[in-house]
């Protein structure tokens, strides 16, 4: 099985780099869902350098790059821990937060290879050392993939979600959610 490691992002430099990184797996993987405008509009808005860096020094999400066995940069993930009610979590109580999963994004090269799986399992032993007992993302409802693969590792949709994120487009997406036993 194939491992990796996760290398935090938090520097300029490292944020700028996630941004590139960013927009050329959104250009590659989501014209087969999405119009080329609504990729370069929410590539513009939530994976750029300003939003990236907001997200990161004001709103709590924390970012890594993903790197293979041999160091290489493979994917980027981020995650914000949460209380019950989508704040921010700071200091809660254990079993009363969750995770918000906000981005589990690989380069072309590099899908196939369980680097996901293992992702999602660093997601999982994230909420077991903070005291969270779920996960959580939005998928967008045509990933089939990621649908299919969320699934298959005891995912459940919770929910449809249809947000305006402006300039005339939506995401048109499920959410789905994860039990974590803490124990």
Same mark, same amino acid.
Request: proline fraction near 3%.
């Given at each position: ?38 990729? /370069? ?5 939530? $994976?750029? !350098? ?7 020094? $004001? ?40 995770? !918000? ?19 999602? /399992? !660093? ?49 048109? /997406? ?10």
């Amino acid at each position: 099985m194939s491992s990796i490691s996760l290398i935090p992002v938090c520097t300029d430099v490292a944020i700028r780099d996630m941004a590139d990184m960013a927009s050329a797996i959104w250009h590659e993987y989501w014209p087969i869902v999405l119009s080329e405008g609504q990729i /370069d509009y929410m590539v513009d808005t939530m $994976q750029s !350098f300003e939003p990236i860096k907001y997200e990161i020094r $004001q709103e709590g999400y924390l970012y890594w790059f993903v790197l293979d066995e041999a160091g290489k940069r493979v994917g980027y993930l981020s995650v914000r821990p949460e209380t019950p009610e989508g704040e921010l979590a700071t200091d809660i109580q254990p079993g009363e937060g969750k995770l !918000f999963v906000s981005k589990v994004y690989l380069l072309k090269e590099e899908r196939g290879k369980h680097y996901a799986s293992r992702m999602l /399992d !660093f997601c999982e032993d994230f909420c077991r050392a903070n005291g969270l007992s779920s996960l959580y993302l939005h998928v967008n409802k045509h990933n089939e993939m990621g649908i299919r693969a969320y699934k298959g590792r005891g995912w459940h949709i919770a929910e449809d979600s249809v947000s305006d994120i402006g300039n005339g487009y939506v995401m048109d /997406d499920y959410i789905m959610a994860k039990e974590v036993a803490l124990s």
